[in-house]
């Protein structure tokens, strides 16, 4: 309730400022709003992740069919043209249907990623343009989101490993490592779409076409060709060393690539940070041309 | 800052832009400007226009500054800018200690979980933790009046129930300003008058700022006024003068066009009619009525309009107890209201002819002339006798007790 504070009390700490200036002309300052709103936002972004899972599994019969269903349909066609013969892969250090489960199941992490801060500022859009609160939260409830529906998936990784007698690899324990690289990198790239995407439609709509696209020119669902157009074309696609990488330290392949992985991820990291400022640049702007 | 001032703001302004496809380049051309360390630029780009126009304010604690103005005037632009949502095109805001704001009740409410999740969520929100959540939780349920629907879906929950929730949760935080819009507009009597009370509870402690068209709750609550029109300041200051500058406003802009509406086949007119009273005079108007059927009781009820668009006063034959009959054919009605103690202006009158058997308004006139009336000039619309208030100084710094003030004093 509200309590009457006991008398004037020191507020100097505390004074808000408000101009038309760039904050990046105040670099230190910036910096540590950025730190404390992202450590501030915790508690927050984890209410709004709870939330939004118990409303969404309430608000649904089928409930976890749905984490499951993307990584089946993905791959299933494939393991069925294989066997028809209609197309012919290379080998696999594990039986392809097992292969290919597991490559979909590491490219839909990378795809929820993807779609993740576009579509968390969208369903937030009521909350940002009438309440101020840390912005970071929704970002964060949206990458726990990401997370917590990998690991339901996890289990469908277990059951096919199981299914086919597999062992996991030795090395499977970095196989989380790239998964959170794999994540951070598809978040990475949607949050630099964010500002545009909330203005324009268009991103939205580029986005699920831009991943099926991507997802065919990536080894997702064959390994890395050895050679003509299709491995030129992985080894510039800076989505192989991780894809490959990742799925490489869980099923004992041959295909890791150490340094290029590590390449990527720093310029991830990198970039993530530089889609962290201009996301918390572009919201104010935002607010402002959506209106009420 | 000196340590009263809350907020300042010190020639704000904010522009927006009419067309949708240039107002959203503009803010890709904005966020960039401001990710190479720019500044947006202050002129008006094509289509654009200032939605709030250099405002300046200052608000220290215990103050309370009601924003009126027409829809469209830039009142909740102003708001946002104070709470941060949105940045300043010219100007500098600067606020001291905690901020609340209530733009809208329940934003953050989602409709499928229980009102106990929600108050939770709500809360984190706005910034309590869930330590301040779970000791402000009965205070929060008790206030909002749920009572048994706190574990049921919101999106059960009647317009007033999610109001009260919204209000009891966003005014559990502490704050040294409060900005409030029109979110008290909402919520029946009793609760609203639940809200002035914790108001005024934190009345003391902090700067408010309070978006209203309700002129009353403006005249009750606030110690300042200002009034924007088109985004530029009309009048900083006098609460009273303030709500007369956005009444005189509002007036410019109302439609007053006469209207007449008769019914089973009445022919009605106005014979005469006074257009100036004097002061204590009365209003003489004629009407003749020309109806089919008779009516064994019949009422006729005036009404007149100040200058604001509120009755100055409202009479009617059926609450004083008097009544006449209308004959088949024509009637002529001679009406008298008075003696009229009105402020000095110009009124508009509506006059209606009912059938008390059945409640039927055989003829309605609204605001169908007009007149002067030459009465006193202070007041709001009606007559208000003069106040006069001399100080009496007791010569030492005792208050006497409010009992006895009139005794002690010497």
């Not at chain 1, 200036?21 to 209410?47: K, T």
């Not at chain 1, 099926?212 to 890395?224: E, S």
């Not at chain 2, 632009?77 to 949502?85: A, C, E, R, V």
């Amino acid at each position: 309730m509200i309590e009457p504070n006991t008398g004037p009390r020191s507020v100097k700490s505390l004074v808000t400022v408000y101009t038309p200036e760039s904050p990046l002309r105040q670099p230190r300052q910036f910096v540590r709003e950025l730190i404390s709103d992202l450590w501030g936002s915790r508690e927050l972004a984890w209410r709004l992740f709870v939330r939004d899972l118990r409303a969404q599994y309430r608000a649904s019969l089928l409930g976890y069919v749905w984490v499951f269903l993307p990584p089946l349909v993905a791959s299933l066609p494939f393991v069925y043209l294989k066997s028809a013969g209609v197309i012919s892969i290379g080998d696999t250090p594990i039986p392809y249907a097992a292969y290919a489960m597991v490559g979909a199941i590491i490219w839909q992490t990378f795809v929820d990623a993807l779609n993740s801060p576009l579509r968390s500022v969208n369903a937030a859009r009521a909350m940002l343009t009438r309440i101020n609160f840390p912005r970071e939260a929704i970002l964060l409830s949206g990458l726990m989101q990401v997370g917590f529906t990998f690991v339901v998936r996890l289990a469908l990784v277990i059951g096919v490993f199981a299914a086919f007698a597999l062992k996991p690899a030795a090395t499977s324990p970095l196989f989380v490592i790239g998964m959170i690289s794999i994540a951070l990198t598809g978040f990475m790239i949607g949050l630099v779409l964010t500002p545009l995407g909330v203005l324009y439609g268009d991103v939205q709509h580029s986005l699920p076409i831009a991943s099926t696209f991507l997802m065919l020119i990536t080894p997702v669902l064959y390994p890395v060709p050895s050679s003509g157009l299709g491995a030129m074309v992985a080894s510039l696609n800076p989505l192989t060393p991780l894809i490959t990488t990742t799925r490489d330290w869980l099923t004992a392949g041959a295909a890791v690539q150490h340094i290029a992985f590590l390449v990527v991820s720093g310029v991830t990291v990198t970039l993530l940070i530089l889609a962290w400022v201009l996301y918390r640049l572009a919201l104010p702007h935002l607010v402002a041309r959506l209106g009420n | 800052m000196s340590s009263d001032v809350l907020v300042r703001v010190e020639r704000v302004s904010k522009k927006f832009c009419r067309t949708l496809k240039r107002s959203l380049w503009y803010g890709v051309k904005d966020t960039a400007a401001d990710m190479l360390g720019g500044r947006s630029s202050d002129q008006l780009r094509t289509d654009e226009f200032w939605a709030v126009d250099n405002v300046s304010l200052e608000l220290a604690r215990g103050e309370c500054l009601g924003l009126i103005g027409r829809n469209g005037a830039g009142k909740t632009t102003l708001l946002k800018m104070l709470n941060g949502l949105i940045k300043p095109d010219t100007g500098r805001i600067e606020l001291a200690g905690r901020v609340g704001a209530l733009i809208s009740l329940g934003a953050g409410f989602n409709p499928i979980l229980t009102g106990r999740e929600n108050i939770y969520v709500n809360g984190s929100v706005l910034g309590l933790t869930k330590k301040e959540i779970d000791s402000k939780f009965s205070d929060i349920v008790e206030f909002a009046e749920v009572g048994d629907f706190i574990d049921t879906p919101v999106q059960s929950y009647s317009a007033g129930m999610h109001v009260r929730l919204g209000f009891a949760v966003a005014t559990a935080i502490k704050p040294d300003v409060l900005l409030l819009d029109e979110v008290l507009a909402v919520g029946d009597v009793a609760f609203r008058a639940k809200c002035y009370e914790r108001l005024a509870q934190i009345r003391n402690s902090a700067a408010f700022v309070l978006v209203s068209h309700d002129t009353d709750q403006i005249a009750r609550v606030c110690s300042k006024v200002l009034v924007l029109e088109r985004g530029t300041a009309l009048y900083l200051g006098d609460v009273g003068e303030g709500i007369r500058t956005y009444q005189e406003l509002a007036r410019q802009h109302m439609s007053m066009a006469p209207h007449e509406h008769t019914a089973g086949g009445t022919v009605a007119s106005i014979v005469s009619c006074d257009d100036t009273i004097a002061d204590g005079g009365a209003l003489n108007v004629s009407l003749s009525v020309k109806i089919n059927e008779g009516v064994e009781v019949a009422d006729v009820r005036v009404v007149l309009w100040g200058d604001d668009g509120l009755a100055a006063l409202d009479s009617y034959t059926r609450t004083q107890g008097s009544s006449f009959g209308l004959q088949p054919g024509c009637n002529v009605l001679k009406l008298v209201v008075g003696p009229l103690r009105l402020k000095r202006g110009s009124y508009a009158i509506s006059i209606a002819v009912l059938d008390r058997a059945n409640n039927r308004h055989l003829y309605w006139g609204d605001r169908i002339r007009t007149v002067d009336v030459d009465g006193a000039t202070a007041g709001a619309v009606s007559y208000t006798p003069p106040l006069v208030c001399t100080s009496i100084s007791s010569g030492n710094d005792h208050i006497p007790p409010a009992s006895l003030a009139s005794s002690t004093c010497e």
